[in-house]
């Protein structure tokens, strides 16, 4: 019975999984590079819990930046402590980019980031799958050196402009 069931299984259920995996950017490659990336103006709350938790404080500091009418640019995400050695929970400072003319919206601080050589790691991929896909990829290019990964890094998401497409993640770690 099982055996003639097998194709109607795949079809229901497996390919539809690796459609929306494949939609989502689960199979895009992820470029590593050593570049000269910043400087970088944000507006940031600070943030000490899980890491599965920063989307809501993401959604909070955008809120702040709706209600004082200023332009937010892409998400940044500045990781202070490394989720492997606290059982996931991390010290950040998530926000938004800011112009150098806007004005930092209450309740948020500034931050700054300057130009600096690092480890770059992009992908094409949703929000959710991007970090693990870039990570992963950055710590295959630096285990062969003897290197491992180092906090702090930096998250910079840019999203796709419209509500079907997947935006751009750029990790970077300072070399």
């Known amino acids: 019975m099982i055996k003639k069931q097998w194709p109607a299984f795949v079809l229901a259920f497996v390919l539809p999984l690796l459609a929306v995996f494949w939609w989502w950017g689960g199979f895009n490659s ?38 004082a009418q200023i332009e937010a640019g892409d998400t940044i995400s500045v990781i202070l402590s490394d989720p492997r050695a606290s ?11 800011l112009s150098e003319t806007a004005s930092v919206p209450e309740g948020l601080q500034e931050g700054r980031i ?6 770059s790691a992009q992908v094409q991929a949703v929000v959710l799958l991007a970090p693990s896909k870039a990570y992963q990829a950055l710590a295959d290019v630096l ?3 003897g290197q491992d990964l180092v906090m702090p890094t930096v998250e910079l998401y840019r999203p796709a402009g419209k509500a079907s497409g997947i935006g751009y993640f750029t990790l970077e770690m300072n070399r």
């Open 87 to 97: 059982n996931g929970k991390v010290r950040a400072q998530l926000g938004y980019i």
């Open 30 to 67: 992820v470029s590593v590079a050593e570049i000269e990336a910043g400087p970088y103006r944000y507006a940031y709350v600070d943030y000490e819990g899980p890491i599965s938790n920063m989307r809501k404080t993401h959604r909070a500091a955008q809120g702040k930046f709706k209600a």
């Open 114 to 119: 300057e130009r600096r050589p690092v480890y």
């Open 143 to 145: 285990k062969p050196r």
